[in-house]
């Protein structure tokens, strides 16, 4: 919504206007109030039509038609007056986003049941239409809003009104066609008389978009010759349309009007769905959850005072220059006050971007709090189970690599590895960890994370158990290289269980705390692990104890509930994976390299060099390709962006935090293995601590990058003081530091984790968690650099010169300064704060 103008009348009709809605075909639309309280979007026509006498006569006729529409899934129309000097209709208000925005912009496509729903009611919607003598001639995802109860339909009828004008007529003037590129029927292309079968034809294509978002025939991709031949005479693509729906959506589509399907066919088709269920929610939780407060703010929204009165007599039409009719054949210009780039069809409503405006019923302000408040369904059967399982698979990767390190030195001289193949060991690891996590979010999203969740650990377990039993160095190298590479798929797969097992948010932030524990304390929990269970532990045993971990994993994870695989028909982006691949293995080698060689020889330049332009043409292929490994919409986000950086540098300065204390406590303060172990639980608790009772409790009420930028400032601070520790004993400095450091990377790591997959659609959890992972990965390569080689992560070097603290001090409050630059997401909780969303 925004706030009305000077020049904007503050009445029609019976209805005061309170705030402008946003541009349509016919003209400016208003929300507006009646005397009773009710609440009402107003469509004011142009100046430009209602100085046309044959447009008054047909929009006369349409409204008083379009008065005569029922059903549940219409947005009825309330009032009108044809004869006003300014024609206009007031229909009811619809507190919800429009199929457009809720796809294109906000959670990408729906999921099959909701799809399902969505052509039952259309179709019902359609068939109220036509069952009062009118066709609706431009259905299309703007037409159709979504609520809390089901879709509404807009619009209908309205813009015949327009069509085929005698004479001199704007249809001859403009060259313009009735219908929006994308959602036209044959017949609307070739200008025939147009039946009720015609919307049946644009009710297939809204079905497409909305389960696969993706208009068809081209319509953004090619020109609008190409486009309408396309529509005409080609059949329609229907890849990635769920299968149980495909048959009758190509119904839908078929060219012949006579062989498609009714409305009423159409709704008791898919009338038998479970999904129709009215105990079943229609719409995934995070849409629903949005829903919900975007009704809440309808209710507190106040207009502004203005300053200038409008002429108190007749309604004039509002001096805003013209927007075209109904659907131009290209996009219109955008609106100078919108920063929303409108889509490549015209929306009836195009709103400025954080705002859902549409027709409907308002909430009344008995239900409304209830709508608000309880939109989100509560934890799916298998929430816990899947948080326990994620848990335990972040634990499979961190404590084999803390197990694995502490005890390479004895492979070194059991096997007699070389300089060189200790580094081969680590680098591979690292090199097939990186490259392979774009695609290992991308297959969880399409096959299903349980199943990869269990082949992925399989895999993990096998390849250390037959590294254990190597005697020979090439077999240890290699099946490190395996464990990298299953590592991949574990990592984003276990977010992605732990981020989509919770839709009620209170739930979900309670998750996100035990997961963010886990990644910040898991390499001290490891450190316990070596000292007091194990000892020195044999290299052979570490892998064993690996392999029992992630068994016991997989074997929890065959509990889990099957999950939904991603669309039928979708496909991996292979050119994607391959440069996302190719760009995080060039900088992983880059920043290994660098430590190793001690400065930028040419092979390190072109290594990093590479990876950067790969990374670049990665992300720009993102925005290009039908099937993205991360959907368009997740980089829109505000602060997403500044997340993943924020990642990239905070994960350098803190790789260093775990063995500054093992080297405080060691050779510093003298401690043997089994005491460094217990002496690092304090870090563990500030972890959990600062995750778990702090960032998930406030989340709600505190803006991210209040937690975040605190936090990192926080485990600055801390790292700072284990400079001083050399003689000052565990109490003086360690501790202390230790607390304030693993508070603040516990704090920070929560409301990172909850931008990056906030209303992120299930069937992209898995690539926007291997995001995440890709960062936090850069980052561990340039702390690698940091520390000085990637064989010596753990080398008592590293307090040998404070400049190392002092340089992962520099990267944490580098990161802080990109968070509080970049993330401006309000808490959602908060007073006019805006929810973490797409």
Not at 419 to 425: A, E, I, M
Not at 652 to 669: D, E, F, H, K, N
Not at 724 to 737: C, E, F, I
């Amino acid at each position: 919504m925004e706030q009305l103008i000077a020049e904007d009348p503050a009445r029609i009709g019976p209805y005061r206007l309170i705030a402008r809605l946003g541009a349509g075909g016919m003209g400016l639309v208003y929300l507006g109030r009646s005397e009773a309280g009710r609440t009402v979007a107003v469509k004011v026509v142009q100046a430009e039509y209602a100085g046309h006498p044959e447009f008054r006569r047909r929009f006369a006729r349409e409204v008083a038609a379009a008065r005569r529409v029922g059903g549940s899934w219409t947005a009825a129309v309330l009032d009108a007056d044809p004869e006003a000097a300014v024609p206009w209709v007031a229909t009811q208000y619809v507190p919800g986003p429009d199929l457009h925005t809720v796809v294109a912009r906000d959670f990408g496509p729906l999921p099959e049941h909701s799809v399902h729903v969505l052509a039952n009611r259309l179709a019902l919607a359609l068939g109220a239409v036509h069952g009062a003598g009118l066709i609706h001639r431009d259905l299309k995802p703007s037409n159709v809003l979504v609520t809390v109860d089901g879709p509404r339909v807009i619009d209908f009828g309205i813009a015949r009104a327009m069509d085929s004008l005698g004479g001199d007529s704007l249809h001859t003037r403009t060259g313009m066609l009735i219908g929006s590129p994308g959602f036209m029927s044959p017949e609307q292309v070739r200008g025939l008389a147009l039946t009720p079968a015609s919307d049946v034809f644009c009710l297939g294509a809204v079905l497409v978009y909305a389960a696969t978002g993706r208009f068809l025939f081209g319509a953004r991709d090619t020109g609008l010759n190409v486009h309408l031949f396309r529509v005409a005479e080609e059949e329609a693509d229907l890849t990635g349309v769920p299968q149980p729906l495909a048959g009758l959506v190509g119904a839908c589509l078929d060219k012949d009007p006579a062989r498609r399907p009714t409305p009423a066919e159409v709704a008791a088709r898919t009338a038998t769905d479970p999904a129709t269920d009215p105990a079943t929610e229609w719409l995934p939780g995070p849409v629903l959850a949005q829903l919900g407060r975007h009704a809440a703010r309808l209710l507190d929204y106040a207009p502004a005072q203005r300053t200038e009165a409008p002429a108190p007599a007749a309604v004039t039409a509002p001096a805003v220059t013209p927007v075209a009719p109904p659907v131009p054949l290209q996009a219109p210009a955008p609106d100078p006050r919108s920063p929303r780039t409108p889509p490549a069809y015209a929306p009836t409503v195009p709103v400025p971007s954080g705002h859902a405006p549409g027709f409907g019923p308002a909430p009344s302000p008995a239900d409304a709090p209830v709508r608000a408040s309880t939109p989100a369904p509560a934890a799916p059967a298998g929430g816990r189970r899947s948080l326990v399982v994620a848990v335990l698979a972040q634990l499979v990767v961190v404590l084999d690599g803390v197990m694995f390190r502490s005890a390479w030195p004895m492979a070194q001289a059991d096997l007699g590895l070389s300089s060189g193949g200790t580094y081969l060991l680590f680098c591979l690891y690292l090199l097939a960890f990186g490259g392979l996590l774009p695609l290992g979010g991308r297959v969880a999203d399409l096959v299903g994370r349980r199943r990869v969740m269990v082949v992925a650990l399989a895999s993990f377990a096998t390849a250390a158990v037959l590294g254990g039993l190597s005697e020979v160095p090439a077999v240890l190298i290699c099946a490190r290289a395996g464990q990298g590479a299953a590592a991949a798929f574990v990592l984003p797969t276990a977010l992605s269980l732990a981020v989509t097992g919770f839709t009620d948010p209170k739930a979900r932030r309670r998750a996100l705390g035990i997961y963010a524990a886990i990644v910040g304390g898991g390499s001290a929990l490891g450190v316990l692990l070596v000292g007091v269970v194990t000892g020195h532990l044999q290299w052979r045993w570490s892998l064993y104890a690996g392999a029992l971990i992630a068994v016991i994993a997989a074997v929890t994870a065959l509990g889990l509930p099957a999950d939904r695989p991603g669309r039928p028909g979708a496909r991996l982006d292979v050119p994607g994976a391959l440069l996302g691949a190719g760009g995080l293995v060039c900088l992983t080698l880059g920043f290994g390299e660098l430590s190793r060689l001690h400065g930028f020889e040419p092979p390190v330049t072109v290594s990093l060099v590479l990876g950067v332009v790969l990374l670049v043409v990665f992300l720009m292929r993102q925005t290009r390709t039908p099937e993205p490994l991360l959907p368009p919409y997740f980089f829109r986000v505000p602060g997403r962006t500044g997340c993943l950086v924020t990642s990239v540098l905070a994960g350098a300065g803190l790789l260093v935090l775990v063995p500054v204390l093992r080297t405080c406590l060691g050779p510093y303060l003298g401690y043997g293995p089994e005491a460094v172990g217990v002496l690092l639980l304090p870090l563990v608790a500030a972890v959990a601590i600062g995750a778990t009772q702090i960032s998930a409790r406030l989340l709600d009420r505190v803006a991210p990058r209040v937690l975040i930028v605190g936090g990192l400032l926080a485990t600055a601070l801390g790292l700072f003081f284990f400079v001083r520790a050399t003689g000052a004993g565990y109490v003086g400095w360690v501790l202390p530091g230790m607390l304030l450091a693993g508070c603040g990377a516990g704090a920070a790591l929560v409301p990172v984790l909850a931008v990056m997959t906030e209303a992120v659609p299930e069937g992209h959890s898995g690539a926007a968690s291997a995001a995440f992972a890709a960062a936090q990965h850069t980052g561990v390569a340039l702390g690698v650099m940091l520390l000085g080689g990637l064989a010596s992560a753990d080398g008592d070097q590293v307090l040998q010169s404070p400049l190392t603290i002092w340089w992962a001090c520099g990267f944490l409050l580098l990161a802080a300064l990109v968070a509080g630059l970049t993330i401006r997401v309000k808490a959602p909780g908060a007073a006019g704060g805006v929810p973490i969303r797409p």
